[in-house]
């Protein structure tokens, strides 16, 4: 391991600017091209390098795989609760136009939301299924 | 010429759609038929992007103050967007189940786990 | 032009997977399906499907490959050779290829603004998306409000495939420890546990 050192001091400087990139993807959807699906698989990405590189070891230091089943429930739950709110505020399911005083700009909030929920799903699953894969031992022959 | 142009990118999709059904299905290798899968998959979402496309339209993002912009379909796009995510998870349990696959019979020959099979 | 640069990527990507076919060390086969999954990137930005594009190079030549390449560490990388040409699959191929190449006879042509598919629901979406949503990009906003249903079920359907992945593998003897310690009751932390004294002796 401590022979790559390029690739370590690499994917070090990276890093930061894979997620950061992510939440630009995120927050730019609405603009250009990119979503909750991008942000997350790419928010994602990051911290597979980090095992890839780091061992599985530590990039399970930095986010337990708790965190990351929690995360995969949580983002269904933040798109299916936008739905229940809606709901709550007498509209329809998923209906954001109740959200916000006039109906665009509930709708903003509405699509903020779901996207939000995709995200935190996207990213939960992709790096929950990477840690299942990267975690079996492999079967003696 | 215009009218076989219009069809090549069908065609050549239906050639990478049984090119990925012929890996599928000819090749013994759990994990080869799982990426002749893919293939195949993506030659759908290649057939159903091209025909939203309209030449001469640009992507469907709204540009602000201009008129007569034709924009491409974005409803092909949509249905795609989501069928990649759905794609990759369904391949994750499909590889899943290779792996369990291996674990119980030492291999990933189609072959071999039948025979096994009928040992049984 | 665009169409000339078109063909060149539909031609890669004819040769790729084919590639991929022929191929029988399933490392090679996993790093093709990248690049054909890339190719597949630039053909979307061809046909002006950005976010798709966008989707297919991060999940299709990121993910998807990572994870193939974690399951080839696991099931070993060569793949047989099949044992004798089978010849009933290539008719099955032939035939439902010539099927459906007679098929596109009918379709309208390649990017015609007066095909069917862009006459009813689309006209709509790009009128009133921007009025009624406040959002340019189009595809989010049918992806997320519009078509708000679908997404659900969508990302409802990534969260079971991950229920399904954990279930099949991060389980049992061969997994190392997914969950913390005192979650899990596996072979270690019973051999460590003391044996419970019989308090009556």
């Avoid at chain 2, 000819?26 to 979402?45: C, D, E, P, Y």
């Amino acid at each position: 391991m401590d022979d790559r050192v390029i690739l370590r001091v690499g994917s070090k400087i990276l890093i930061p600017f894979i997620l950061l990139f992510a939440l630009y993807v995120q927050f730019h959807g609405d603009f250009g091209p990119g979503g909750g699906f991008q942000a997350g698989v790419i928010f994602a990405a990051a911290f597979i390098l980090y095992a890839l590189v780091f061992g599985l070891g530590a990039a399970k230091a930095v986010l337990p795989p708790i965190v990351v089943h929690t995360c995969a429930a949580v983002g269904v739950m933040i798109y299916a609760g936008t739905g229940v709110v809606t709901l709550l505020l007498g509209g329809k399911f998923l209906d954001y136009n109740v959200l916000a005083h006039n109906a665009a700009h509930g709708q903003e909030w509405g699509i903020f939301s779901v996207e939000t929920g995709v995200l935190v799903t996207v990213f939960g699953v992709m790096v929950a299924i990477f840690y299942a894969f990267a975690g079996r031992r492999r079967a003696e022959p | 010429m215009k009218e076989v142009l219009g069809l090549y990118n069908y065609w050549i999709v239906i050639g990478l759609m049984m090119i990925g059904f012929y890996t599928m299905i000819s090749r013994g290798n759990l994990v080869k038929k799982l990426v002749g899968l893919s293939i195949f998959q993506t030659s759908v979402m290649i057939l159903y992007i091209s025909m939203g496309k309209i030449l001469g339209g640009t992507a469907p993002i709204i540009i602000e103050g201009r008129e007569n912009v034709v924009y491409t379909n974005p409803i092909p796009s949509v249905l795609i967007l989501t069928a990649i995510v759905v794609g990759v998870a369904t391949l994750a349990v499909g590889l899943a189940l290779v792996v369990r696959i291996k674990e119980a019979y030492g291999t990933i020959e189609e072959d071999e786990i039948h025979e096994q099979d009928d040992v049984m | 032009m665009s169409v000339v640069v078109d063909i060149a990527l539909l031609a890669f990507l004819a040769v790729t997977a084919f590639a991929v076919m022929k191929q029988r060390n399933l490392f090679a086969v996993a790093m093709l399906s990248g690049i054909y999954s890339l190719l597949c990137a630039a053909l979307y930005t061809m046909l002006d499907a950005v976010d798709v594009a966008f989707t297919e190079a991060a999940v299709g030549a990121g993910i998807s490959t990572v994870l193939v390449l974690g399951t080839l560490a696991l099931v070993g990388h060569k793949a047989k050779k099949p044992a004798r040409p089978r010849l009933l699959p290539l008719f099955v191929v032939l035939i439902t290829g010539g099927v459906m190449v007679y098929g596109t006879l009918d379709m309208p042509p390649f990017g015609n603004a007066d095909n069917p598919a862009h006459q009813h629901v689309a006209p709509r979406y790009i009128e009133k998306s921007e009025e009624e949503t406040d959002v340019p990009n189009i595809v989010t906003s049918v992806l997320a409000s519009y078509r708000g249903y679908d997404t659900m079920g969508e990302t409802n359907v990534i969260f079971t495939a991950l229920v399904g992945v954990l279930l099949l593998i991060a389980t049992g003897e061969q997994s190392r420890r997914i969950w913390s310690a005192d979650e899990r009751n596996g072979g270690v932390f019973e051999e460590s546990s003391e044996p419970v004294e019989d308090g009556h002796g």
